[in-house]
């Protein structure tokens, strides 16, 4: 088990560092194929514009929600406090990386615990993975949602990351009952999420009858993890296309639904949509609402400029808010 939790905590500090350091997003979410109309005589006044926004009976200043990235390793914890000061003070949703780290190492807790320290007032999102949640039960959700006493959490699955990394989870069986049995009764909202491969109308039809309080849908055209695993493998010789070689890394880069396309499908199906994947300005983000999505969720744009400074981040964070508020300016909003 110890040698378990080392290797969790190390490649939450390799995927930060690649992610930091490496080209890894790959494809195209398909914002570039809509188009908002032009209102040429919108009748408002910008200054006015309001993008508050309610998500799961909490109040936002905005649409844009600081997607889960990073957590599990001490060198992560500069991050997720930059992270939450820029939520704090901006009205932002957020949510955190993945808890397994913290929850097979309880050292760890305080990589995520600061963004409540920090964010005391935000709609924060506790994160844990499908098979922890299948092999774990309800216990580790409640412990994922108390370490940051979170107003959600996210069940996330990510079985083409599992698929390609070495150390991979490679069963998938009993997961939706998992999520089934966590979504009967338990104490926060419960938000399904994919992370770059998109989610489909059947799969999010599954996941509202299994009671989802929302779901992410996480699409291709964005950060790609299949791209982050290949770059963190080593080489093995012996059998290309061995779970974990990065050669079947690298054929799984362009694996999935692209976030529009994943939007479109699951919009109409059952509840509230967060729309993440490859979203890189406040167009991108007018475009995902016209589209049907509740919250813009935008991990790697909001993380580079965090590791550059808190001023940085903030000036990051506003650009997109004044994007936004203009979209919706000049599509009459």
Known sequence: MVREQHSTSSRKLDHLRICLEQNIERGDPGFSD?????????ECDLDFIDTTVEFLGH??????????????????????????????RFGLGMGVGSQRAALENPDLEDTFSIVREEAPKAFLVANIGAVQL????????????AMIDADAIAVHLNFLQEAVQPEGDHDARGCLAA??????????????????????????????????????????????????????????????????????????????LPTVTSLIEVAGTGGPIIATGGIRNGIDMAKAIALGADLCGVALPLLRPAMQGEDELFRTVTAFADELRVALFLSGA
């Open 34 to 42: 809509v188009r908002l109309v032009h209102d040429a005589l919108p």
């Open 59 to 88: 109040t936002c200043a905005s649409p844009l929600f600081i997607a889960g990235m990073t957590g599990g390793h001490p060198g992560t914890k500069e991050v997720n406090c930059a992270l939450a000061r820029s939520a704090d």
């Open 134 to 145: 299948r092999d774990h039960g309800s216990e580790w959700a409640e412990r994922a949602v």
């Open 179 to 256: 999520i089934r049995d966590l979504c009967d009764g338990f104490r926060v909202p419960v938000i399904v999420k994919e992370t770059g491969s998109g989610i489909a109308a059947g799969t999010a039809r599954l996941l509202w009858e299994a009671g989802a309080d929302a779901i992410d849908i996480g699409g291709w055209g964005g950060t790609s993890w299949a791209a982050v695993e290949g770059l963190r493998t080593v080489p093995e010789p012996p059998v290309s296309g061995k779970p974990g070689h990065p050669a079947l890394s690298v054929v799984f880069e362009a694996w999935g």
